[in-house]
Every structure is written in C-alpha cells, then in structure tokens.
C-alpha cells in the first residue's frame, strides 16, 4: 500500500511538470515562491516528526519484544513527567516554527498592491463552468483565458455569477473563492511570460473539473499589443460561406455571446465572449481550439460538458454548421 502511495504522489508530482505549467513546484511568480517556501518548511516538519517517531516505534518494537522462554512480566511504568513534558514542548515547537511564517505570509497575501506599482485589475465572474474575465481599464473582455503582462502585479477582482467557485493558477500560486454577493481578491504577478493553466478548484456541479481556464502572460509590449488587437474591428468575412456564417451566428449565438466590432447590435452576456474567438487556445476551456472539434462541440455540447448552458445546435443542417465553424475560426483580434 505504501508503494502505490509513493507511486501515486510521484505521478502526481510529475504530471504537473509538462507544458503548459500546471505545476506548485516550478512556480514563475512571487506568490507562488512564497507558498512554495511554506510548502518545504511543512513537508520538512512532517518528514521530520514521521520519521523520528517511526524509528522510536521500531526500536522499541525490536528492543522491548517478547523473546522465547520469557516467562516472568516486565517492570510496569506508570508514567514520566520528562516524557510527557518533552512530547508536549516539542510539537508546540514545531507548531510555532510553521505558524508564524503561514501567517504572516497569509496577512501579506491580503496586501492590495499601492498605486504606484501601476496593478493592471481585471475582474473576474464565475460561471457553471466557465470564467468571465473583464479589463475595466481597457474595457474589453474575454473568456476562459487571461493575457497578462509578465513583471506587473495583477490584482484580480473576483465574484461569483451562481455557487462558489475557487480560482487557482498552481503555477503563479494563491488561490481564492469566488462568491456569489461578495467580492475577493487577490494579486499575482508573473516573472516569465508563458501559458500558465488553471482550475476551479470548489466543488461546483457536473463539470467542476472541466471549469478550466489559462493565463497567458506576455511581455509588456507584446501584453499591449494584444490589447489594442482587441480593440480593433473584428476581420470581415472575406468568404460566401463565411458571410453565411457571420448571420447564422446573428441569429443563433449573439443573444448569449459578445463579439465584438464585428457590426453585431446585440452583445449578448449570458455566455462567454467569443471576440477574436480563433484566438483562443481551446474551446469552451476543454477542447483544442479547432473546426473538427468546434463542430463536435456545436453539435452537443452537454456531451463535453455535462451540465453547461450551451444549447446542442445538432438541428443545423451540416453547410450550416460549417458556415458557423468557418467564421468563428476566422475571428482574429491581431491584424491580419
Ligand atoms: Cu467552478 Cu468548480
């Protein structure tokens, strides 16, 4: 048993070191760091205790055992107050030593950054089970994935649209709840640009565990760049089935989803926004962002994702869908 225990936390220990970086160990920010100190500091204290009071376990097993042809009972010990002083002193010790360092790295997490380090704030609403993410000092918006700028503290603002859900970047470190009538929040910074993913990490319903999302942190230069892409009309379509597309998705998907400057009057918000849709890594934070798998999803999308919102639109005839998927997949924030 103890095998596949150690197997099991190896597994888990490697599974986080692929790409992208979904991993507690190989933090790329400064909360992560800090946690990931208080992280050894506790494994170390654990391993320390553990181990001395199994090799005193087995000693005194092998020591004290009942040896062929004992007949007479050993002396009986009533108690010792040295023992007993010891075994309380030393875990109150070692409480301390873990204590004082978690809180203080607790109250330092609650610290909301000065205005002067310039924090670039983006609000964030979860969704069953889906992440709004919103630039109030841009004012644009997207879904599911987060562009940052890496080397400048990002303060998150978060709320929940329905039932708690918790936001989590192993990677950049923290953790925080999202609640429904109550706003929290929390700041990360990121020291390497990179694809950093995330998870829900509160119980919330048929797909919890597929409430993913990613943060993408980029240079500064290239962070504002994106940003001004968002800002820029949506690429025309610049074919017939495309075109078909863009009213198809006029008439299906905007009274949920935004795009926009895409010449939509309606910004629907009850879904994610799809601006610059082609953009994004995956589909609805599960599926790689491609047309096979924009059609798997379009066709039934409780198929994928047990419990979301998203309507099936298997009723579309297949030109249909395929006017849907090509112009979704053809709308770019970046200049073309
Ligand atoms: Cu949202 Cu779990």
């Known amino acids: 048993r103890m095998l596949i225990c150690v197997g099991f936390v190896g597994l888990l220990l490697s599974s986080g070191c692929s790409n992208p970086s979904l991993s507690v160990v190989d933090p790329s920010g400064e909360v992560g760091r800090t946690q990931l100190g208080l992280i050894y500091l506790s494994t170390g204290i654990m391993t320390f205790v553990t181990v001395v009071v199994a090799a005193i376990y087995i000693y005194v097993v092998i020591r004290f055992r009942e040896r062929p042809g004992d007949t007479h009972i050993p002396k009986q010990v009533e108690g010792s107050t040295t023992l007993e002083i010891l075994w309380t002193v030393i875990p109150i010790l070692l409480l301390i030593i873990l204590a004082i360092p978690t809180v203080t790295t607790t109250f330092k997490l609650e610290k909301r950054p000065a205005p002067s380090e310039k924090a670039v704030q983006i609000n964030i609403t979860g969704y069953q089970y889906w992440w709004k993410f919103i630039y109030p000092q841009d004012g644009i918006s997207t879904a599911n994935e987060v562009h940052i700028p890496v080397g400048k503290p990002i303060e998150f603002v978060m709320q929940s649209h329905d039932v708690i859900h918790a936001f989590w970047v192993p990677s950049l470190g923290g953790k925080r709840d999202l609640e429904p009538g109550r706003v929290n929040r929390l700041t ?149």
């Open 188 to 336: 990360l910074k990121a020291d390497k640009p990179g694809t950093y993913d995330g998870k829900c990490t509160e119980l919330c319903g048929a797909s919890h565990a597929l409430m993913n999302f990613r943060v993408i942190a980029h240079q500064p230069a290239e962070y504002e760049k994106w940003v001004r892409s968002m800002k820029k009309p949506a690429s025309k379509p610049t074919s017939v089935l495309a075109s078909e597309g863009k009213r198809l998705v006029g008439q299906n998907c905007i009274g949920c989803h935004a795009i926009r400057n895409a010449g939509y009057k309606i910004l629907g918000a009850t879904g994610p926004e799809l601006t610059a849709f082609s953009e994004r890594t995956r589909i609805a934070g599960v599926l790689d962002n491609n047309p096979q798998n924009l059609r798997v999803w379009l066709k039934n999308p409780q198929n994928v994702k047990p419990g979301s919102r998203m309507p099936s639109f298997g009723h579309l005839k297949k030109k249909q869908v395929d006017a849907l998927v090509k112009y979704l997949e053809s709308l770019k924030g970046r200049p073309q």
